[in-house]
């Protein structure tokens, strides 16, 4: 045989088994491997004893037989006859007899092999043998491995997979960088493979990614290797179960936990991989010994020059001293605490927890409020789940009391200072109860863990969410944060930990690869409201129902059947069929929208309504967003025994304590309002209570920002009353009000001002979708998605053709037409059937012709959804979309549907911007007869604080004359308007009859009211958001502004120096208006000029002939100033009106409203639907919001008309 050095191969296939076969010219027979016969079958073998001696002359060949095979190579099958033989190094040599037989040609230049066969002559391209070539396997991440440890690294290498491989460590690696790397066997899966290295130094080692850190060479056929295997469930009393732990040294304990975390994966080589990486930082999950974590806190307890606080020590009885003495020794031997000389202190309490023992709790209250908040922000949930939608594999790590683990800053730590009787004592790890506690550990998680891992990573409270889309890049993330939490000697709580799940439960939804779903067990504390028993019970059930009577439509006629239970004094007769539909109908109508908030907003005020009863407690809690009071989620539990004999202030401080702690996971970090109906809770976190129970309770809330507690009376407060009245039934509190577990509901709305798109599903679509799927319909499998609350799920894979066809004949017109056409197609020139689907022949422009599908009425909304609502299809407008849906399909009036498909779609009624222009022609006001009757008013900021600490115009003009009034004022409140209209107007010329401003509250007050109403004067507001209907005053400010720019450029805070010049300027100047001075009109003589030069004589006129021709001038002027503004107001209104629309909308017509408060570009455009109400003129009308009640007057051209999808 030949040396290794010129092996040449090819490829080759026996019974359709890949054999790599070398070309060996040294040798003269021909030889195949004794593993590759045993797997062929019908193959003739002769069993022969013969001994082959290799080209060295000292290595023996034992041969056990001949075989005769059909050898297929590239397009040709040549016979071959091999000895058999197990001691070989290549799976199959073909010799020189083959070689000569087939006159084969090697060509090491052209790297190819030329078989000759009578027929032809077939060229091969070399396969040089991978089994003598050295692979390299490299890092894929920077490791780094802390002294005397030593951890399993993920090896990327060159090739995909192989069971089995020989891995040589570099040695130039392990020389240089002091570490350990055994020679092993390896196993390869999708180019990843996993070994360890051993750090067996004092320093700490790093390796660089990308870094090769061996070679490998696939091992010949006859090397024999065991390794470890792993059964789907690991069993460790079977004796055939191999035990990891004992390979692995792993503790049995910790050993017992891993299995059962990772009891789910049914793949062995998975499992496998995770126990190790698991194993190698298995001190994570050891919390047998607290530690402290490498991690300082940021100072965070600024008490700015306020004195230090102190207390004196709580007495405490004989039991709760000893586990005093026991906790605070154990922390003084764990460095958790130290002996503290400071002048500040804090008392402790000992809060009973359910397994009988004490926790240790700092009361921290008169600290907290002498420290500044740290408002560092939490994680949008929307956004949380927005990032987690769409991948495959999760894993979800709690820190094992996480605030302990970090340490404290050094300013901070005087401050920490508790006492008790065995002395005074400060913290070196972040202690609980304190302010700004949980914003400083979401600060450090962040930046420790995510801030450079946002793309699988994220923090929310005390959960480390890892999500990743394949199992090897999970494996990868995975690593990447526990290498970070041990590099910050940070502990897990193994048993809070679970690993790389497919679907995991997470603020409040269920997250899988195929999308999110609300949690059906949270809408428990709705549906599972017993039926009610007693006339009260139900009177409570529909005062809740009463109380979203805005968002319930017919509320009134669907709890008709209750209507006899909540009168006063009914008796219980029973409960009929009509309560119990009534009753199920309306509990499912307080789990839908538009109820509910699927995701809080990240800026509305939280609002926490409580209850509690003789049964149990409840709560509501709502948020205050940009369409309203909405509901976030509900909780109710109901009471055992020994909370039932809680005094009524203690059962409403466990309501208050349990609700807060059932929605940490919405309000911690965030400020929350309480309402209560009992009052003496209101000031819950303002005194002692002098109740033990009461005052333990104070202190666990001490991490929540509770602005304030305000009394709410008990029939405003039904919803919360409800649920405390019709409890959850479920054990799950223990008595000092500490949960098992919660049943809570979270809302399924997508909000309508910012929609989120997540493969989110409601509870009740998800239910019709189930109910309505079939084996037929494809859209049962499809993944769930969402585009907004208005939008059907569908899928683009429903229109498939066979569906067409079914939907075909269930359309009796179709069918119809369908067997008409199939009994004489001769009538039907332009339909076709094929295939059972009847096809529309269109003759195209350019001549061709082509065959689409007739759409069944059916399946028209699924194609428009498609083509409209779908992110593929961009909701365009009505000509892209028609020109989209008739290149596939064909239906009657096609336009038309789409038309009004696009214009009763919400999502482009709210967004898209109104081209045309605004509706509503341009109504004109008589000018009134006389002087100073009727005057406008309004406020104009200036860009910039003047020298002299002005930044506002008062301005007010006269409507008939154009006279302008205009003081400068450093603010725009109610007291200057006020000021200016009694000394500037009143006083001076008198009392005016009309006075129109906007509604700014510096005009709408109560002291403006009380002076126009002792003057006689009547205050007219114009419509919000419509500055036309005070336009005049209106145009005066961006006339007077272009002006003063003109003067002030030079020096900007200059500008209320030339104000009274200009104002003069304009008031003794002809308006184009009126063609009359202003002053002229206002004081019946025209403006003395300071330019003019002062005459050399005077002209005096008799008293009686002044008055006279005065009285001529002001009887001539005001009519011609009358004449003249009704001639402009016409030329005006027919430019106005030129090509404007004027709809007309009658009492009950649904309009949307022009979303004009601190709009960005991608808030809507449109809020609504709104109804109108009544007509008031031409252009005003009163219009009520459909869901949240109230009521409004808004101008025409502020409004459009929605369209409902039927």
Request: proline content about 6%; some cysteine.
């Amino acid at each position: 045989m030949i040396k290794p050095s010129s092996l040449s191969f090819i490829s080759a296939f026996v019974h359709n088994i890949h054999l790599p076969c070398l070309l060996d010219t040294g040798a003269t027979h021909s030889f195949i491997h004794t593993s590759i016969v045993r797997h062929l079958s019908d193959v003739s073998i002769t069993n022969i004893k013969q001994r082959f001696t290799l080209a060295d002359g000292n290595t023996n060949v034992n041969i056990t037989g001949i075989v005769h095979l059909n050898l297929r190579i590239g397009q040709i099958t040549t016979p071959i006859s091999a000895f058999i033989s197990k001691s070989l190094s290549h799976l199959c040599i073909l010799g020189q007899d083959w070689l000569n037989k087939y006159s084969v040609d090697i060509c090491q230049f052209t790297q190819q092999v030329i078989i000759h066969t009578a027929e032809s002559s077939v060229k091969i391209p070399m396969d040089h043998c991978i089994n003598q070539h050295h692979f390299p396997l490299k890092s894929t991440i920077a490791i780094i491995i802390p002294p005397q440890h030593e951890r399993i690294i993920e090896l990327q290498s060159p090739i995909s997979s192989s069971p089995q491989v020989i891995f040589r460590p570099n040695r130039v690696l392990q020389s240089h960088n002091l570490v350990a790397i055994p020679n092993t066997l390896l196993s390869i899966n999708k180019y990843r493979t996993y070994t360890t290295v051993v750090n067996p130094t004092n320093r700490i080692c790093r390796i660089p990614i990308n870094t090769t850190i061996g070679t490998f060479t696939i091992p010949p056929p006859n090397l024999e290797s065991h390794s470890i295997t792993l059964s789907p469930t690991i069993d460790q009393s079977t004796p055939s179960s191999p035990s990891l732990s004992s390979d692995l040294n792993v503790p049995t304990s910790m050993d017992n936990i891993f299995n059962e975390s990772l009891a789910h994966l049914s793949d062995p080589d998975q499992k496998l991989i995770l126990y190790q990486l698991l194993k190698q930082y298995q001190c994570l999950f050891d919390t047998s010994v607290p530690s402290i974590a490498n991690l300082t806190a940021p100072p965070m307890i600024n008490t700015g020059s306020h004195p230090p606080v102190h207390s004196h020590v709580y007495r405490t009885d004989p039991i709760k001293q000893k586990h005093l003495t026991d906790t605070i020794n154990e922390m003084l031997k764990h460095g958790q605490i130290e002996k503290s000389y400071a002048s500040w202190s804090s008392p402790v309490i000992l809060v009973k927890k359910k397994d009988g023992s004490y926790r240790f709790v700092v009361d921290y209250r008169s600290l907290n409020n002498i420290t500044e908040r740290d408002c560092y922000p939490l994680p949008r949930i929307d956004d949380t789940l927005n990032r987690l939608n769409g991948n495959n594999y999760f894993t979800k790590l709690d820190l094992k009391s996480g605030y302990h683990q970090i340490r404290i800053h050094p300013d901070d730590k005087d401050k920490t200072t508790f006492v008790t009787s065995h002395g005074a004592f400060r913290f070196n790890g972040m202690p609980q109860g304190l302010k700004n506690s949980p914003s400083n550990f979401q600060r450090l998680m962040y930046d420790l863990l995510v801030s450079s891992r946002w793309d699988y990573t994220r923090v929310y409270l005390d959960d480390v969410v890892i999500f990743s889309r394949t199992f090897d890049q999970h494996v990868h993330h995975l690593n990447e944060i526990l290498s970070t939490l041990s590099s910050a000697r940070l502990q897990l709580n193994p048993q809070k930990c679970s690993f790389v799940k497919r679907e995991i439960d997470y603020l409040g939804h269920t997250i899988n690869g195929q999308g999110i779903r609300p949690l059906q067990s949270n809408i428990d504390a709705i549906l599972q409201l017993p039926i009610p028993s007693t006339p009260k019970q139900v009177h409570s059930f529909v005062q809740a129902a009463n109380y979203y009577h805005n968002h319930i439509k017919n509320l009134s006629k669907l709890a008709a059947p209750l209507f006899p239970y909540t009168k006063k004094n009914a008796i219980w007769i029973g409960w009929t069929d009509a309560m119990n539909n009534a009753f199920i109908e309306l509990k499912h109508r307080l789990t839908e929208p538009p109820i509910f908030l699927n995701f809080p907003e990240d800026d509305g005020q939280f609002i926490l309504s409580i209850d509690a009863s003789g049964e149990g407690m409840g709560g509501v809690l709502r948020q205050i967003t940009s369409n309203g009071l909405k509901v976030i989620k509900y909780v109710s539990k109901k009471f055992n025994l020994a909370q039932k004999k809680y005094s009524t202030t203690e059962r409403e401080c466990l309501a208050l304590v349990w609700c807060i702690q059932k929605l940490k996971e919405y309000i911690w970090g965030r400020p929350v309002e309480i309402e209560t109906d009992h009052c003496p809770l209101c000031s819950f976190n303002k005194k002692k209570f002098n109740n033990s129970l009461i005052d333990r309770w104070q202190v666990e809330l001490l991490e929540y920002h509770i602005t304030k507690i305000t009394y709410k009376r008990g029939r405003c407060n039904c919803d919360a009353d409800l649920l405390s009245r019709l409890p959850y039934d479920e054990s799950d509190i223990d008595d000092n009000g500490h949960p098992h577990r919660v049943r809570c509901f979270t809302s399924t709305l997508t909000s309508s001002t910012q929609p989120i798109q997540l493969n989110v599903i409601t509870r009740s679509k998800s239910k019709a979708i189930q109910q309505s799927s079939s084996p037929t319909s494809p859209s049962a499998t499809v993944p769930l998605s969402s585009d907004s609350s208005t939008i059907h799920h569908r899928s683009i894979f429903d229109l498939y053709i066979d569906r067409i066809r079914i939907e075909q004949m269930k359309d009796v017109n179709l069918s119809n037409r369908i067997k008409s056409i199939l009994a004489q197609p001769n009538q039907y020139p332009h339909e076709i059937v094929d295939d059972g689907i009847l096809y529309k022949v269109i003759n195209r422009i350019d001549g061709s012709i082509i065959q689409l599908p007739w759409l069944p009425a059916s399946l028209i909304p699924d194609v428009l959804f498609l083509y409209h609502d779908h992110p593929m299809s961009g909701h365009f407008g009505v000509t892209r979309t028609f020109h989209k849906v008739r290149e596939q399909f064909f239906f009657p009036r096609m336009y038309d549907h789409i038309k009004q498909y696009i214009r009763s779609c919400s999502a482009c009624a709210q967004f898209n911007v109104q081209r045309q222009k605004k509706p509503g022609f341009l109504q004109c006001e008589l000018p009134p007869d006389g002087v100073f009757e009727i005057m406008q008013m309004d406020f104009w900021k200036a860009p910039i604080r003047s020298f002299n600490g002005n930044q506002y115009v008062l301005i007010i003009t006269d409507r008939l004359s154009k006279f302008v009034f205009a003081r400068a004022l450093p603010s725009a409140t109610a007291a200057a308007a006020a000021e200016m209209l009694l000394e500037d107007i009143i006083l001076k010329h008198g009392s005016i009859r009309y006075l129109q401003s906007d509604q700014g509250s510096h005009f709408r007050n109560e002291l403006l009211s009380a002076i126009t109403a002792l003057t006689g004067c009547q205050q007219v507001f114009s419509i919000p958001y419509h500055p036309m209907s005070n336009g005049q005053v209106e145009r005066f400010n961006s006339t007077f502004c272009d002006q003063l720019k003109k003067y002030c450029h030079h020096n900007l805070t200059e500008w209320d120096n030339y104000l009274s010049a200009v104002v003069w300027a304009y008031n003794s100047t002809v308006h184009s208006t009126t063609q009359f001075i202003p002053y002229e009109l206002a004081f019946n003589r025209r403006p003395l000029s300071p330019f003019v030069p002062t005459p050399t004589a005077i002209k005096l006129m008799k008293p009686h002939d002044y008055w006279e021709k005065a009285n001529r001038f002001k009887s001539f002027a005001l009519r011609s100033a009358r004449i003249n503004i009704q001639q402009q107001q016409i030329t005006s209104k027919e430019r106005y009106d030129q090509g404007r629309r004027h709809p007309i909308y009658k009492a009950g017509d649904f309009v949307c409203l022009k979303h004009s408060i601190n709009r960005t570009k991608f808030d809507v455009r449109f809020d609504g639907p709104f109804v109108i109400i009544n007509r008031i003129n031409q252009v005003k009308y009163l219009i009520e919001h459909t869901e949240l009640g109230y009521r409004q007057y808004e101008h025409l051209n502020n409004l459009i008309p929605f369209y409902d999808r039927d």
